[in-house]
């Protein structure tokens, strides 16, 4: 039941997680712009999730994408759209906490 709660709320595979933030990934922050303004990672781009479908083209050619929020509910839905959209390597990173450990 673990697993599946991390894999649903971001957290699963902390290892995919460091390895594609070291390697550049697309950070996607997917909270509300005054969520974001609050505080986010450094390098990260704010696209809310309402936004997603009229931002498609943001995530061409990136080739890793980690997509985070406050506690990786919206995340989970962001991964599930992008790749239903076709794009593949979509990391759910879970919490924007999560994610800023692991950007230097």
Request: proline content about 2%.
């Amino acid at each position: 039941m673990l697993n599946f709660l991390k894999n649903i709320f971001g957290g699963g595979n902390q290892e995919n997680l460091a390895k594609a933030i070291a390697e550049g990934a697309f950070l996607v922050d997917v909270r509300t712009p005054s969520e974001f303004k609050s505080g986010s990672v450094k390098g990260a781009v704010n696209i809310p999730l309402d936004t997603l479908q009229a931002n498609l083209s943001k995530f061409k050619g990136k080739n890793k994408i980690v997509v985070f929020c406050r506690s990786g509910s919206r995340s989970a839905s962001a991964k599930a759209f992008l790749e239903k959209n076709g794009f593949q390597h979509v990391i759910n990173g879970g919490s924007w906490q999560n994610v800023a450990q692991y950007v230097k």
